[in-house]
């Protein structure tokens, strides 16, 4: 509650976000309580894309990127 679900910035869209819970065992016998969750993302990313594949070229310089559909963050 009042949280951003967004882990995934530059992005304009819709996201759905879920959670899981239980337990796992290890080959031990030894449990664990796991909790999970996962993010869906639909519409445009915005992100960076290296300008020069030779870091001696760019000194890291980006240029801006786009990708459009769905990702999934787990």
Do not use: W
């Amino acid at each position: 509650m009042n949280a951003d679900p967004h882990g995934t910035t530059n992005f304009r869209g819709v996201t759905a976000m879920g959670y899981t819970s239980g337990t796992a065992t290890d080959n031990q016998g030894k449990k664990y309580v796991v909790i999970t969750d996962i993010r869906v993302y639909q519409r445009e990313y915005v992100g960076g894309e290296i300008a020069d594949p030779n870091p001696m070229n760019s000194a890291g310089a980006t240029k801006s990127a786009h990708a459009h559909g769905t990702f999934v963050e787990i």
